[in-house]
């Protein structure tokens, strides 16, 4: 049995509270969402029901309890190969490409934004690990961010569910560079030092990156108001090296947000790079 249901009146702080602080826009109609992402947080307070928990927000000013709030409604599903056209897209045009203009330096510089729980950083490592191993004598800077402290320490352990690694991870690379723990699978110790994850709010202050080649924000503009996406993607063109690589969730684009940037075609898919001065 679930909790009686948030009320409008909790629904609109909860929303407030999350807009202001993560900027992320979470519409009148996705109570049903708020509801469900509310109640593990509200049981691991002790709380019965979602009004109290709202009460507890609202005595006090922002803390833990509230961050607790805003990692729950910022955390998005995933899964190893999501949407797999993009992964091709790196195999067979974009690292071959970065491979041949970066020879002279082999220094590579990539930038994962809203990891989640790790499977897009793992899976673009898989990526490179198979496809071009000798990036391993390369000085290759691979980051990849998050809002959630939580989804954070979960992507450093590296640790998933027989249901996890069953979404989207072939067998062979499971077996490759995992190892089984019980019930849970662990990506071995020295594929996992080859990421380094930070915690940072797309929305808030951004960490001091060098000049990337590649970045991938998937799948988390689409929860973001106007004005973010184009702080966003403002931030993002302004790190990126002239060669460099964009690419966005299938639902996302750069079109009305930011004129700097043009889409390109590439293995059945498409991203985006800067246009030429």
């Not at 490409?97 to 897009?120: H, M, N, Y």
């Not at 590649?214 to 004005?227: G, S």
């Not at 700097?260 to 075609?265: I, L």
Request: glycine fraction near 4%; hydrophobic fraction near 40%; proline fraction near 5%.
């Amino acid at each position: 049995m679930g909790m009686p249901e948030i009320s409008p009146e909790d629904l609109n702080y909860v929303r407030e509270m999350v807009r202001t602080r993560s900027a992320i826009v979470l519409e009148p109609e996705k109570a049903y969402l708020v509801q469900s992402r509310l109640e593990p947080v509200a049981k691991s307070e002790g709380v019965q029901t979602l009004a109290e928990l709202v009460q507890r927000l609202r005595q006090v000013p922002f803390g833990p309890l509230h961050k607790k709030v805003v990692e729950a409604m910022t955390t998005n599903e995933t899964s190893f190969f999501r949407d797999l056209s993009p992964f091709q897209a790196l195999k067979e045009t974009v690292f071959p490409d970065l491979l041949a203009r970066k020879a002279l330096t082999k220094k590579l510089t990539i930038w994962c934004g809203a990891s989640s729980s790790g499977q897009e950083p793992y899976s673009i490592l898989f990526t490179i690990l198979e496809a071009f191993p000798e990036l391993k004598q390369w000085d290759v800077q691979f980051t990849a961010t998050d809002i959630s402290l939580e989804m954070l320490k979960r992507c450093q352990e590296g640790r998933y569910s027989q249901l996890e690694v069953n979404r989207g991870l072939p067998v062979a690379l499971l077996t490759k560079y995992f190892t089984k723990k019980g019930m849970v699978w662990q990506v071995q110790d020295d594929i996992r030092k080859m990421v380094s994850f930070r915690e940072m709010n797309l929305a808030g202050t951004w960490l001091p990156f060098p000049k990337l080649d590649l970045v991938l924000i998937r799948n988390v503009m689409i929860y973001f108001d106007v004005p973010t996406k184009k702080h966003i993607l403002k931030k993002a063109r302004e790190l990126m090296e002239p060669h460099a690589y964009l690419f966005l969730g299938g639902s996302e684009t750069t079109m009305n947000l930011d004129d700097g940037f043009e889409r390109v075609a590439v293995s059945g898919t498409s991203c985006y790079r800067l246009k030429k001065q």
